[in-house]
């Protein structure tokens, strides 16, 4: 299903989902926020969104997070993107991009592309773009997804060759419509550093749908469409957009329902969310998901981690393997999250293929639920003293929802029920939180993860190389050789058993610790237009309607 403008000025946003049908809430443009109305003229509505998710920075080089990357999708181009109501990569910035070898993938750019600067925005543009992302190699972005990136060559002004080491990579079309595939200016953007936003802003470098006219770091955002965009996306449908960040999710609910705000997307409690179910004046949309929530343990600086004074990487699995027997994931769906979560027993969401349930025939009962007697015999045959001393973290602003606190509350209370562990339970905020988890900071700590692309692999690939985004010096030259040999595999049947394969062996191995799937929502005023449910992964201002 895909919006169109209509003489009513209907304005458009589009929130990546899990799942191939849309589902639409059609009504007037205009929220109670907004300064829109039937004016007849598509341009003249603005919309005013509301959210927690806060960004880390806009340069994509430097991020790789929801609240960044709902800002990076509106303001940069991407020269391939998913078609917004299926799995499928389309041209957007290009006018085609195939592969033209098993080992070179080609982009032709149109001519006469501008940034929104006047800059010419060319080929040179996107080679710098990639170059400068695996060059800066930044702990908190997203160049562990160009592992399978040679080079760049630009024969002319148009024309852009990927060179891959690998040949038949079924994954790097993906990888392109995700955070590494965002192109910058050259003219502005700095070749071996992370640029700063105030420098970005100033220098009006955006080339997507649209462009930032003010910026007040997390705190709020404006946006005008960009005049000089040439993409897959119509014209928006709005003259403006405002996103405005709320530090307590409490706040963002009291906007939507007094209408001070046209849409709040990411992120309300269960209770919230039912609370404006009932409510006339709200819709609520809501999708299945392809979200997961899970614990991250450092390898280095967990119990008895590879840097600590007793490494022992033995006793380190024992601990991990432990505290897979004793979560239990129906509990917490259940009592935190009112089952607007799932419990999650794998590593690739439900719904994707190769998707299988190993941790629950792995761990716990062997029906899902927790095993404190098969706990204690894992960690005293292991010689593991008991309890386990384990610090914990977790983020306290919302940028995971309201219900974080009380999330990793019943871990806590899990883990210690029996008297195995003794957890230390601390909170940090997420701008802070984003630079900790990746300087070795947390033994073990919290992460919540949305799929950058509609494929399996982006819930391996950034998770269980040895370079891979969390940074928590797991290494395994079997998943390894697993993860690479099913990117370039291109017999379907046995590429879902090299993904199921692989779940096999992390299940055992443990980096992460899977705990939970949650849906999608999105809530508006009754005549606000246009609010999306798709397959795109991505939350978009802009319509749905493609050139």
């Known amino acids: 299903m895909s919006l169109h403008h209509s003489a009513r000025g209907r304005i458009g946003l589009a ?51 929801n609240g960044s990357l709902t800002v990076q999708t509106q303001v940069f181009p991407y020269l391939v993107n998913t078609d917004y109501n299926s799995t499928e990569v389309v041209p957007d910035l290009a006018e085609s991009a195939e592969f033209t070898s098993p ?40 160049s562990s997804l160009l592992y399978n990136l040679d080079s760049v060559e630009t024969p002319d002004d148009t024309t852009v060759v990927f060179h891959l080491k690998t040949a038949n990579d079924q994954i790097f079309p993906y990888i ?6 965002a192109i910058v200016d050259d003219e502005v953007f700095s070749a071996d550093a992370v640029t700063p936003d105030t420098d970005i802003v100033k220098a009006d470098a955006f080339g997507g749908p649209y462009k930032i006219t003010s910026y007040d770091f997390n705190k709020t955002v404006e946006f005008e469409p960009n005049e000089n965009y040439k993409g897959l996306l119509d014209k928006p449908a709005n003259s403006a957009v405002v996103l405005q960040y709320f530090a307590e999710s409490s706040n963002l609910k009291l906007a939507i329902q007094q209408g001070d705000i046209d849409v709040a997307y990411r992120t309300l409690s269960p209770t919230d969310t039912a609370d404006l179910k009932k409510n006339d004046d709200v819709a609520v949309t809501e999708g299945p998901g392809g979200s997961i929530r899970y614990i991250v343990f450092n390898f280095d600086t967990m119990p008895y981690g590879a840097t600590t004074p007793e490494a022992d990487a033995a006793k380190a699995l024992a601990v991990r393997q432990a505290a897979a027997d004793l979560v239990d994931r129906q509990a917490i769906a259940t009592q ?14 439900k719904g994707f293929n190769g998707a299988t349930e190993v941790l629950k025939d792995l761990y716990g009962d062997g029906n899902g639920g927790p095993d404190a007697q098969k706990a204690k015999a894992t960690l005293e045959a292991a010689g593991v003293t ?33 008297g195995l562990f003794e957890v230390d339970l601390q909170s940090t905020e997420w701008v802070q939180y984003s630079k900790d988890r990746t300087a070795d900071v947390y033994p073990a700590y919290q992460l919540g993860w949305y799929p950058d692309y509609s494929d399996p692999d982006s819930y391996l690939t950034p998770f269980f190389l040895t370079k891979n985004f969390l940074g928590n010096h797991f290494s395994d030259a079997q998943t390894e050789e697993l993860i690479l040999k099913q990117a370039t595999e291109t017999d379907p049947a046995a590429r879902t058993q090299e993904i199921e394969d692989i779940q096999a062996r992390v299940g055992e191995l443990l980096s992460t610790l899977p705990l939970l799937q949650g849906n999608e929502t999105a809530y508006a005023t009754k005549d606000m237009s246009g609010v999306t449910l798709d397959a795109s992964f991505k939350f978009r201002f802009a319509p749905l309607e493609k050139k």
């Open 336 to 349: 935190v999250y009112k089952d607007t979560y799932q419990p999650l027993y794998s590593f690739v969401a």
């Open 15 to 65: 929130i990546g989902a899990f799942g191939a049908s849309a589902l639409l809430l059609a009504g007037c443009a205009g929220g109670g926020g907004g300064n829109g109305g039937d004016s007849g003229d598509s341009g003249d509505a603005s919309i005013i969104v509301g959210t927690t998710d806060k960004v880390t920075t806009l340069d994509p080089a430097g991020s790789y997070d």
């Open 103 to 142: 080992t070179e993938y080609t982009v032709k750019l149109p001519a006469g592309l501008k940034w929104a600067n006047g800059n010419d925005l060319t080929s040179a543009d996107v080679k710098f773009s990639f170059d400068r992302n695996i060059a800066i190699n930044d702990p908190n972005g997203a």
């Open 176 to 181: 392109l419509t995700s955070f590494p595939g």
């Open 386 to 418: 008991i309890p386990v001393k384990l610090s914990l973290q977790y983020n306290s602003d919302d940028h995971y929802g309201p219900s974080s606190g009380d999330e990793y509350a019943m871990v806590k209370q899990q883990l210690e029920a029996d």
